[in-house]
């Protein structure tokens, strides 16, 4: 199930969910940029090490390493992700709070993953986090909003309409069952930060409320009548 877009009107125009998913890109050509060695080098420099953080070291790459990507699939998920759900919840909290928001999720999102693997030494990295939380700010504001999404079914592909608590919903069911499922799995060889998105998911629940902006918060629902009623 892969999301296309949402049919959730914009109230501003998202400069700061543009300026991040350009910042993301812009880093990753940096990474395809740079041989072997140095790319290795860049990223255990940058990216989030809990058996560093947890001596008090490199403490900067708790928020460095959400603009770090493993590879092309990883970078196009997560802005796929955010170019839909991020315009939404920028127009909720205003430019500024809305990159404070998205800041503060990344590192509890990388804090929740150091809390459940905090000796190991493989650099964590990915804005998975960090957009966790803005999955989860819109599951709680917007959660009858209608995402178009693509679903496989057997050789062919379709598409359906289906309201945000379901798709977002199912995501984090997908994130939770996985996360329970690494204590049953041998992750020696690193993987996926499960516990990472559940942080910065919940995460974003919690905190959405006390960045969201209480004029834009009334444009929103002014607009959502409007729609209603067009």
């Given at each position: 199930?892969?999301?296309l ?11 700061i ?5 350009v910042c ?5 050509i940096?990474?395809l940029?740079l041989?072997e060695p140095?790319?290795e080098?860049?990223?255990h ?6 058996a560093?953080i947890?001596?008090?070291?490199n403490?900067?790459s708790?928020f ?24 939404n919840?920028?127009g909720?909290m205003g ?7 998205y800041l503060?999720c990344?590192l ?11 000796s190991?030494?493989?650099?964590m990295i ?8 803005v999955?989860?700010a ?7 909003a209608?995402i178009?999404?693509?679903?496989p ?17 199912f995501?984090f069911?997908?994130?939770l ?12 060889g690193?993987?996926?930060a ?23 918060v009334?444009m929103?629902?002014r607009r ?6 067009e």
């Amino acid at each position: 199930m892969i999301p296309l877009k949402d049919d959730n009107p914009r109230v501003l125009t998202p400069f700061i969910n543009y300026g991040l998913v350009v910042c993301n890109i812009a880093i990753f050509i940096f990474q395809l940029s740079l041989p072997e060695p140095e790319l290795e080098r860049f990223v255990h420099a940058y990216g989030a090490i809990p058996a560093n953080i947890t001596q008090g070291m490199n403490l900067p790459s708790l928020f460095t390493a959400m603009f770090l990507h493993g590879g092309f699939l990883h970078l196009l998920g997560n802005m796929l992700y955010l170019w839909i759900f991020g315009d939404n919840v920028e127009g909720l909290m205003g430019h500024g709070r809305y990159l404070g928001f998205y800041l503060l999720c990344g590192l509890a999102a990388t804090i929740s993953h150091i809390a459940i693997e905090p000796s190991s030494a493989l650099p964590m990295i990915g804005a998975s986090g960090a957009i966790s939380g803005v999955l989860g700010a819109y599951l709680l504001k917007f959660p009858r909003a209608r995402i178009l999404i693509l679903v496989p079914i057997f050789i062919c592909l379709t598409t359906f309409r289906i309201p945000a608590l379901f798709v977002l919903g199912f995501w984090f069911l997908t994130q939770l069952t996985n996360g329970l499922g690494f204590f049953h799995a041998d992750m020696s060889g690193g993987g996926v930060a499960w516990f990472a998105h559940i942080g910065g998911f919940v995460a974003g629940l919690l905190f959405v409320k006390f960045f969201e902006r209480r004029q834009n918060v009334a444009m929103v629902r002014r607009r959502d009548s409007f729609d209603e009623f067009e």
